[in-house]
């Protein structure tokens, strides 16, 4: 996803203008419509015209129509979006209050306004619009000389970084001058490491050369973290995957790719922060119930308490269509972030988004129990239908 333009006011009011890219993109624009939003298209339009002879004659013409979103059909199998509404803005073609589909299309720019831009909305814009966030395998494919820094996303692999150091060769006798460059390239891959890897995004990271290249710069790198007390390093360790590659240029990151150890390990770099947190509340509400909640109404309770550690959250109900609702978990999104807890919001196409929308679509793991919260709640998840 492009953002193209951008004027929120202080209000939270305003628009921006937005181009999908992707297919993904789709998915991230379905989760920003809202009923009662603004948006603006380009569409095909039919229409009729009449000579001045009379006859009557109908064609098809490409439009920018503005409508007030009344109906968001998403199909997650094309990634296809439709989105029907009122015209709030006449043209030569289109009268006020017409009723038209828009159906939004790759590569075609559109601008979305809402009274109020909320914070999971902001947050999933963000998310869309940098493709760091969504990267959840990095790899550096090299060679004597020569790293290339890339971060797989789904959809694309981007260059972040690429360094080329002139290595001398062994002389008999002497080593010294092979070392040195050696430790310049090292070290100038490893601070490239520190400035375009997210640690927090980035499940795996893979390294890749011919021969003992690999070896010898993991050897230096973890050397380097423990001398410079590096944290970030060394407790991100077990991410580090050696693996052969052909050569240390970009091209090599397909054979990589299909390495079935390396397919092995990247299964489980999709959404494996969400399937972990939500394995992690069924064993709390196993062996701990006081501890692990679900439902709105115990979520305010808790979070009133400032007793939620983690909250996990079905992006479904940010689609909920009554507005005094969806502001009751956007509120509470916030609320746990302010008072330092962690937030997972979870895709309903996904498997284990699947299973947090039986449990009411949202739930907690607490930092501490609290036992009264057991009680029975009429309301705990009357409004998530």
Request: charged share 25%.
């Amino acid at each position: 996803m492009k953002l193209l333009h951008k004027d929120i006011e202080k209000d939270n009011a305003g628009q921006v203008t937005l181009m999908p890219e992707e297919a993904e993109d789709m998915w991230h624009t379905y989760n920003l419509l809202q009923i009662g939003d603004s948006l603006m298209a380009s569409t095909i339009r039919k229409v009729q015209t009449e000579s001045s002879t009379g006859s009557v004659g109908s064609s098809r013409v490409r439009t920018t129509l503005c409508v007030c979103v009344d109906t968001i059909d998403f199909d997650s199998q094309a990634c296809q979006l439709r989105v029907k509404g009122t015209n709030i803005q006449e043209n030569q073609y289109v009268k006020m209050g017409a009723y038209h589909t828009i159906e939004l299309e790759l590569n075609r720019k559109f601008t979305l306004a809402k009274k109020i831009w909320d914070s999971v909305v902001l947050d999933r814009i963000e998310q869309a619009c940098d493709p760091t966030q969504k990267a959840d395998v990095a790899a550096v494919v090299m060679q004597e000389g020569l790293a290339n820094l890339v971060l797989v996303t789904p959809a694309m692999t981007l260059l972040r970084a690429k360094v080329e150091v002139t290595i001398p060769r062994k002389r008999r006798g002497s080593c010294t001058q092979h070392e040195k460059a050696l430790d310049r390239f090292y070290e100038a891959v490893m601070q490239g490491i520190l400035r375009h890897i997210n640690f927090d995004v980035v499940k795996c990271i893979l390294v890749a050369s011919p021969g003992f290249v690999k070896d010898q710069f993991m050897a230096y790198l973890f050397r380097e973290a423990v001398r410079q007390d590096s944290k970030i390093l060394l407790e991100n360790r077990p991410k580090f995957m050696l693996v052969h590659s052909s050569s240390g240029h970009k091209y090599s990151l397909k054979e990589i790719l299909c390495d079935p150890a390396v397919t092995a390990r990247l299964s489980d770099t999709k959404a494996a922060g969400e399937v972990k947190a939500l394995e992690d509340f069924y064993k709390m509400l196993q062996h701990e119930p006081d501890r692990a909640f679900y439902g709105l109404a115990h979520m305010e309770k808790a979070s009133e308490a400032l007793a939620i550690d983690i909250l996990l959250i079905s992006d479904k109900l940010f689609r909920h269509q009554d507005v005094t609702t969806r502001s009751r978990y956007v509120r509470l999104v916030d609320s746990v972030r302010d008072n330092g807890g962690t937030v997972r919001i979870f895709s309903s196409l996904h498997v284990s988004g699947e299973q947090l929308t039986q449990l009411s679509g949202v739930a907690a793991i607490l930092r501490f129990p609290i036992a009264d919260l057991s009680e029975p709640e009429d309301d705990s998840s009357s409004d998530e239908e």
